[in-house]
């Protein structure tokens, strides 16, 4: 059984850092495309950032040039770096997983930018 599951969310302030990991498990990880999305309260899930099985990236708008996302294909492991944080990126984060017709989602870990 895949799954994946998301950790290193926390309150952080406006301009800090946080480093989010994902560990998979039970699926062929390196060929799967690997995305971040995040949910606001109120608000619709979106995409944050990709990372295909050729570790090609692209970011949203909204994160380009403050997250990075890569890869670990030994260790099954994604990741999302997350750097000069503002209040507008507290969300549920979530870690998705995709290959041809099968699909993975995390559970989600808590962000939230805070003075």
């Known amino acids: 059984q895949a799954q994946l599951v998301e950790t290193g969310g926390g309150l952080v302030q406006p301009g800090g850092s946080l480093r989010l990991s994902c560990t998979a498990s039970g699926l062929a990880f390196r060929v799967f495309t690997l995305d971040w999305f995040r949910q606001a309260p109120g608000r619709q899930r979106e995409w944050v950032a990709k990372?295909?099985?050729?570790?090609?990236?692209t970011y949203a708008d909204s994160v380009k040039g403050r997250f990075t996302i890569s890869r670990d294909n030994i260790n099954y492991m994604a990741y999302l770096e997350m750097n000069s944080l503002k209040s507008e990126d507290t969300a549920v984060y979530y870690c998705?997983?995709?290959?041809?017709?099968?699909?993975?989602w995390g559970q989600g870990t808590q962000v939230t930018v805070s003075s």
């Open positions: 998705h997983a995709t290959y041809y017709n099968m699909d993975y």
């Open positions: 990372i295909t099985s050729g570790e090609t990236t």
